[in-house]
């Protein structure tokens, strides 16, 4: 076959190569919505009260402490809430930092097997449980409540992961994570 169809109906990966995606690791992860449009909300500073149903506090749930609060679409609840089910469909995934901005999802997620202490090459064909499983999954399921909602929204095609290699790049990771709606604001 040439070279001629290089690159055309493939899109090149951006995992790093030769890392296996279902190993024990925290990784941080970054979600879009399609053509970065604002399906989940807009960020506002104030006072809102935690009994108000278009309140999303992300301290309630120690994640993200912030003087500034997303208000959500229904799609951003959806989005918030799932991420939060994750554990439950992947019982080897807790949650680290994570918060659902207007246009995008951060969040840092531990894999934590017991049969995965070892690192094992990649492997040729479908990678269940691994991080573009759980991604997918997730995606998937806000997409699929979106369809059957009627509710216009779609996720850009991919999605930017990093591994955390340490506790230093764990804490910073965790600080941009929390400040994001506040860096938000500022732009």
């Known amino acids: 076959m040439g070279n001629f169809q290089k690159g055309k109906y493939r899109s090149s990966t951006t995992r790093l190569n030769g890392w296996d995606y279902r190993q ?82 951060h969040g840092l997620l531990s894999f934590k097997r017991k049969e995965r202490l070892e690192w094992q090459p990649n ?17 998937a399921g806000v997409k699929s409540y979106a369809t059957k909602n009627e509710i216009p929204f779609a996720w850009q095609r991919k999605f930017y992961d990093h591994i955390v290699r340490d506790q230093k790049a764990y804490h910073q990771i965790s600080e941009y994570i929390q400040l994001n709606p506040i860096r938000w604001k500022q732009a």
């Open 123 to 139: 492997q040729f064909g479908p990678q269940s449980q691994s991080l573009g499983a759980v991604i997918r999954g997730y995606k």
């Open 24 to 105: 024990n690791a925290v990784y941080f992860v970054t979600i879009c919505s399609y053509q970065k449009e604002h399906f989940f909300g807009k960020i506002i500073a104030g006072n809102k009260s935690k009994h108000d149903p278009d309140f999303i506090d992300t301290a309630a749930q120690n994640f993200a402490p912030l003087r500034e609060y997303l208000q959500p679409t229904e799609i951003g609840k959806i989005a918030y809430q799932y991420w939060l089910k994750i554990p439950e469909k992947y019982p080897f995934v807790s949650l680290g930092e994570f918060v659902i901005m207007p246009n995008h999802v």
